[in-house]
């Protein structure tokens, strides 16, 4: 394997008529030749010849043909990006962000470190981890800062962070932007501009009135405007069918359901190796879980709404027992 705009030298030993050897490429958009002299100009294979007339006693030597590759030199780029997937938040309320890390690059990396430092406007809650096939976290969770070391990319690989944070319930802080920024380093990183994002969102006392746009503290999220509606109680629980391709996006979080009080919803996001789901209340959220199948069912128990069909089975401790009428997504 060579590199581009290199040379290298050929020889090879000749046949029995004894003439010169002629050397030759098939590839002149890859490679060139003059003389015994290849001169590599693009990626990709070239393929060289060798040809040796004959003479009156011998005929010639048939063609001997070789490939040589030339790969692009090892450029590791790491890229990153984050979003809460809103404009507003209400003091006091949860904020969730995701935070995605990709290799664009053309070779894998290892001993990568991602951050992303909390501002003094949010609580943390805790953050996970989900890596794509044949890309590894460096920790699978953690609490306060996002702060992971030794993670590891394949080519096209990428890791998804969780994070979760409350924000502050003083709306008089120095300031009501909410700046978030995330950042990956690599020993070798070829592209610095891509390296770290930032995510801006304004701090607000109510979700109407002097602001404009939402918070989705209470109103129903945009996506379950047109949900259908089912009822939740101690003797009766709720099936959800969770069709991933329609319901749950790439790598964003939305809700597939929520109590039409605003007890609680269940979130969902798609990610590397398939759909993970939690509860959330207003003031708290749970652990994020993996889908075990294509339906999960929302379980009461006095105050403690459960989540059965994803991993260990979310829970969540309502204000009250119900009973809640919930709108939920339904695949169309």
Request: with cysteine; aromatic share 4%; hydrophobic share 45%.
């Amino acid at each position: 394997m060579v590199r581009s705009r290199s040379t290298f030298t050929l020889s090879a030993v000749g046949g029995a008529s004894g003439n010169p050897l002629v050397f030759g490429s098939l590839t002149p958009a890859v490679c060139t030749v003059s003389g015994n002299t290849v001169t590599m100009l693009a990626v990709g294979t070239c393929t060289l010849t060798a040809d040796q007339a004959g003479n009156a006693n011998y005929e010639p030597a048939a063609q001997v043909t070789l490939d040589v590759v030339l790969a692009p030199a090892p450029a590791p780029d790491l890229a990153v990006s984050i979003d809460d997937g809103r404009d507003y938040v209400q003091y006091g309320k949860p904020l969730g962000y995701t935070i995605v890390v990709s290799n664009v690059g053309n070779t894998s990396v290892t001993g990568a470190s991602v951050s992303a430092p909390l501002p003094a406007i949010l609580q943390g809650q805790g953050w996970s981890c989900v890596a794509s096939t044949g890309s590894a976290c460096g920790q699978a969770s953690g609490s306060g800062d996002l702060v992971d070391s030794g993670a590891a990319l394949a080519v096209g690989g990428s890791l998804t962070y969780l994070l979760d944070t409350v924000v502050v319930d003083d709306p008089q802080l120095a300031s009501d932007e909410i700046l978030l920024s995330a950042g990956v380093t690599a020993s070798g990183d070829v592209n610095d501009a891509n390296d770290s994002a930032t995510d801006l969102t304004l701090a607000v006392l109510f979700r109407n009135g002097f602001e404009q746009g939402e918070d989705g503290a209470q109103a129903l999220p945009p996506e379950l405007r047109l949900g259908a509606v089912g009822t939740l109680t101690q003797d009766l629980a709720l099936t959800l069918a969770v069709d991933a391709a329609t319901l749950v996006p790439w790598q964003r979080r939305t809700t597939l359901a929520q109590a039409g009080d605003g007890a609680f919803q269940v979130e969902a996001i798609r990610v590397a190796d398939g759909v993970y789901l939690r509860l959330r209340s207003a003031e708290q959220a749970g652990a994020w879980s993996r889908l075990d199948a294509g339906a999960v069912a929302l379980v009461l128990v006095d105050t403690r709404l459960g989540l059965v069909g994803a991993g260990a089975g979310p829970e969540l401790v309502l204000p009250h027992a119900g009973p809640f009428e919930v709108v939920y997504r339904a695949a169309r």
